[in-house]
């Protein structure tokens, strides 16, 4: 896994990254199936995408407080997980798109909880 493996299990980066997968997935079915039905399943991944993504900072500056000498791989790890992050709210659009799409049902600028 190399020398920052554990920083990466740590901050779940793998797991966060499998649920915006997962997310991509649930949006292009739901999109060529013209069925909103997993509309609810991709906004609870992107709240814990979001979940996992704000713990992070936490555990990053835990890390480089331990291990200066890391803080240029730590600041790249944040960015590459603020864009996984980002990635989750781009999925999360493409099925308030399609919710509308097919359900004439406006969700964007609400509150998390769809």
Known sequence: MGKHGELLETVKIREMAKC???MLEKSLDAFNEENSAQ???V???DNQVDNIYFTSFELLSKYVAEH???ALY???????LRKIERSGDHCNNIMEEIVFYLDA?????????K
């Open 105 to 113: 049902r406006v969700l964007k600028h609400q509150k998390k909880d």
């Open 68 to 70: 200066p000498a890391d």
């Open 20 to 22: 915006v997968e997962t």
């Open 43 to 45: 906004f609870t991944m």
């Open 39 to 41: 509309a609810g399943m």
């Open 74 to 80: 730590v600041l790249h790890l944040g960015t590459v």
